[in-house]
């Protein structure tokens, strides 16, 4: 059943657990300044774990609140709304899954925390078994962010054996200039090597370690030996 409860209320819930010195810290790391990723951000001082608390207090709010929440200018009011999107998307993937393509294209899944945290809930457990080429059309973005949320939402699949997404994306992605896409790549690299296959992350290195960025290619070569990661680094 739909909450009764508005937007406004989990504003006023997160506004009671706010902390200035914090917000300070948060802003300075999620580059918020002038030229920055995030620039023009605003953060009010709540951490992720004091956020998820509040979650908890409104889940099943209705999607007409949470489409407010995901509009406003508060990073912690955008997360709160993916969390509940995250909550929702085990009831109702498809229906979630739209709505937070629709945030993202509309700009509001707009750092790195809130894809990490949402992609491969909100959007990959919606296209698991359906039609994935909205991951191809977000990969080839002009959006730094839509870009990594393609990347992120493969870990859905990796979640259930398939590699397949996530070999796609990495190709595509090589040559890509932002080191927070490269990061993200080399992530989904290393967790398809642990969860479904090894073979098929050797098989991935051997072919493309030569034009991989660096920060892609340490990520991805995380849990090798350092001999192993010193033989990848040499084809760079």
Known sequence: MESL???DDVRSALAELTNPADA????RYFKTGPGEYGEGDVFIGVRVPAVRAVVKRFRGLGYDEVDALLDDPIHEHRLAALLLLVAAARRDPAGVRDRYLAAVRRGR????DLVD??????????????DRT???ELAASDSLWERRVAVLATFAFLRRGDPTPTLVLAERLLGDREDLIHKAVGWMLRELGKRVSRDALVEFLDSHAARMPR???SYATEHFTPEERQRYRALR
Not at 109 to 112: F, H, I, M, P, Q
Request: aromatic residues 4%; hydrophobic residues 50%; glycine residues 12%.
């Open 24 to 27: 300070v810290q948060l802003q």
């Open 134 to 136: 909205v991951l191809d």
């Open 109 to 112: 899944v707009n750092n790195w």
């Open 5 to 7: 409860a508005t937007a």
């Open 117 to 130: 945290l949402s992609a491969p809930e909100a959007l990959g457990d919606g296209l698991v078994g359906g």
């Open 215 to 217: 920060t892609m290619l």
